[in-house]
Structures are given as C-alpha cells and as structure tokens.
C-alpha cells in the first residue's frame, strides 16, 4: 500500500509539473510563437487563391471561404457584410474579368497564432480587365483564415480598403 501512495503521489506531481510547463508555454510570448510549416500552408493557399482568380476558376475561388454565420466582411468603409453578400460579390467581379494583366500581392505578411488561425495582411496591385476598360485595384487588404477540421485553410473574414500610395 505504501508503494501505491508513494507512486500516486510521484505521478500527481509529474502531472502538476507537466501542466505547469503547458500553462506557461501557452501564455509566455504566445503571439510569438512561429509556425513556420502552418506559414508554408497559408502561403501555397494564397497562391492557390491568386492561380483562381488567373484561371477564372470561381467555383475554386468560392471553396477557399468557410461562409457561414461567423463570416464577416469590410469592403471600402461600407458596413460589414456576411456571406452571401460577399459570395454574391466575388462571383460578380471575378466573374466578370476579362484578363488577368497583374495580380500581386505585394509586401505580404502571414501571421499565424496557435497552429491554426492566421492574419494575412497585403497591399493589392490589380490590373484586371472587365471587356476592354482596365481597373487597377491598390488596395490594403487582411484575410483571416481558420484551419478547418480537414486541416484546409479558411477565409473567415476579408477587409479592404484604399492604400493611399505615396506619389
């Protein structure tokens, strides 16, 4: 009996040492923590994004969104939209494209916290052309994506607005 209590008591404090260390490395310096193999991920998603938008495949573009009641969307100072609204958008403007002149995604950044949220946050330089008038898009534009239960990156919220360039 002795080595019973003597073992359950070696074990609860491995356990409490153990949690001790968890708890700490959650909360000290969490934010900057790098996942460098999830970066790797959202970035072959933004590309695949972009290669969407090149190939007019909108279905595709459409599949990188998690819609749903938690979606949001900032367009240029409007209110906030959800998720048929900005399906309804994108299939509109994307579909409409004519020609891919330049899509870049300029001074890229890809955030990401606890393996499985990230905050990517670009400047747009767009040279898109609807039939024959050409539109420039120089936007500031952040996505927030969410890895799905499938290990898939999601776009759970989308901002834009104008990047004042400097001339």
Known sequence: ??????????????????????????????????????????????????????????DKLIAFHAYGPKFTEFKMGESRVGSKENEVHERNVFGSVTEVIKLDANDLKIAVYYGNVANVTFHSDFHLKFGDNQVVVNDQITLLFVKNEKGEWKIVHEHHSPLQLKG
């Open 1 to 58: 009996m002795k080595n019973f209590s003597t073992h359950k008591i070696g074990l609860l404090v491995m356990l409490l040492f153990m949690s001790a260390q968890i708890l700490t490395a959650q909360t000290e310096n969490a934010v900057d923590i790098k996942y460098p193999k999830a970066q790797k991920e959202v970035k072959g998603t933004m590309d695949a994004i972009l290669e969407s938008v090149k190939e007019g495949e909108i």
